[in-house]
């Protein structure tokens, strides 16, 4: 059964403070859930998209079947959650430098996987989509209705 819930779910390294800064990006997409790239469900999610766990910023889309990966997601984020286009550019052009300084800083010590394109999602991927969602918390915070 679908959940109705995220048509997107944002994949990030929990433990990056420049990935978490990602995830609350999306706060005004109600369509798009986000959960830790190291949680189970995206484990198997990227296991059955690339045939391996490659670690950087993905985000899956169920309606557009695809996932996006590295700089395209970080882009394609920019542009859903209605950023400008310089913003888009600098997140697009900047990203493995914003990564790598934030890597430094924090103390991480893995490297970022070179996925930096948008792919079609794979079949297998497809359907774990649902547990993928079902897993993902929002990050949509509701307008005030008074």
């Known amino acids: 059964m679908t959940d109705p819930r995220f048509t997107g779910?944002?994949?990030?390294?929990?433990?990056?403070?420049?990935?978490?800064?990602?995830?609350?990006?999306?706060?005004?997409?109600?369509s798009v859930?986000?959960?830790?790239?190291?949680?189970?469900?995206?484990?198997?999610?990227l296991e059955a998209q690339f045939g391996e766990t490659p670690f950087a910023l993905f985000l899956a889309d169920r309606e557009a079947e695809t996932v996006w990966a590295g700089r395209v997601a970080a882009t394609e984020l920019c542009e859903r959650a209605g950023m400008p286009a310089l913003v888009q550019d600098i997140v697009g052009e900047n990203y493995e430098r914003l990564?790598?300084?934030?890597?430094?800083?924090?103390?991480?010590?893995?490297?970022i996987d070179p996925y930096h394109d948008a792919y079609p999602m794979a079949d297998d991927a497809a359907a774990m989509f649902d547990d993928l969602a079902a897993s993902a918390g929002r990050t949509h915070a509701p307008s005030d209705s008074r």
């Open 33 to 45: 859930g986000v959960v830790a790239w190291s949680d189970p469900a995206p484990q198997r999610f």
């Open 99 to 111: 990564a790598d300084a934030v890597r430094v800083v924090s103390g991480a010590d893995r490297e």
């Open 9 to 30: 779910v944002l994949l990030y390294d929990g433990d990056c403070p420049f990935c978490s800064a990602a995830s609350t990006a999306v706060r005004q997409l109600e």
